[in-house]
């Protein structure tokens, strides 16, 4: 059964859908079955992976509107073992609609109930702030992965976060947890970059994940070519820092299992 993660952050232009892009990019690489779902109204993900968000017969939309299946949705990509559930300006009009409907925070999750057997791994972009279409990914998802930058306002837009994710745990997901911290458009050359790294370490230690994102043109230029940055330059130091990425998450995934004996009650 699909692992699912919400890549967010409430702040914008942290690198939340170069990251979702390209560790699903990343993660297909290494022959895992690979879902992302598009739950932002811009559509970048969906662009990134090379799809025409203006041309596509279902999206995310029509998922949470009950209107198509994901298995309907769904899009495979260029990038082998990876599908995508498009999206566009239509889901603003979605987000609408489903403020006065019953069990609205439960549609993605009980859309993806019906797939989540045939993935490893199901990654779903999130708009840059809490509304109906990011409670709907922090409702299905198991972990949440936060990109961000090492800048001062990082901190404090982090600390509400959090908070947000411990009032939904003790609401509507009592499974939900921060799977990862991760840095983000990283310059090692800045002293403020380094400090805010510091702090991070110490106040959440090993949620924060060991690789470090670059700023990297190659990674940059990736998005304008409809790919992901491991089949636009897969020797770049933006790929080959994702592929890490990649690594590590399967590295905590095989962590938390359970002993085989224990597991059967040996």
């Known amino acids: 059964m699909a692992r699912i993660f919400a890549i967010t952050n409430q702040k914008g232009g942290v690198g939340k859908t170069t990251t979702c892009v390209n ?4 993660l297909a690489a290494t022959k895992r079955r690979v879902l992302m779902i598009d739950l932002d109204p811009q559509g970048n993900a969906t662009m990134g992976t090379g799809i025409d968000k203006h041309d596509v017969e279902f999206s995310s939309c029509e998922v949470l509107l009950g209107e198509a299946s994901i298995a309907k949705a769904r899009i495979s990509v260029e990038t082998k073992g990876l599908d995508v559930v498009p999206s566009n300006s239509d889901l603003t009009a979605a987000e609408v609609a489903l403020m006065n409907t019953e069990g609205r925070e439960r549609r993605l999750r009980d859309a993806l109930q019906l797939v989540q057997d045939e993935y ?4 779903i972009d999130c708009p840059p702030s809490l509304n109906m279409l990011t409670l709907n990914a922090l409702t299905a998802a198991e972990g949440v992965i936060i990109p961000m930058q090492c800048e001062y306002y990082a901190l404090e837009g982090l600390s509400a976060l959090i908070e ?8 509507v997901n009592p499974g939900l947890m921060v799977e990862g911290l991760l840095r983000t458009m990283f310059d090692p050359r800045n002293k403020l970059a380094n400090d805010v790294s510091t702090q991070l370490i110490m106040h959440f230690g090993d949620k924060v994940y060991n690789t470090l994102i670059p700023r990297n043109v190659r990674l940059a230029e990736a998005p304008s070519h409809g790919q992901p940055v491991i089949l636009y330059d897969k020797a770049s130091r933006g790929a080959m820092s994702y592929l890490a990425l990649a690594g590590e998450i399967l590295r905590r995934a095989e962590q938390q299992q359970p002993p085989i004996a224990e597991a059967a009650g040996a």
């Open 23 to 26: 560790l699903a990019a990343s």
């Open 120 to 123: 490893d791994y199901i990654l």
């Open 164 to 171: 947000t994710i411990e009032q939904l745990k003790a609401t």
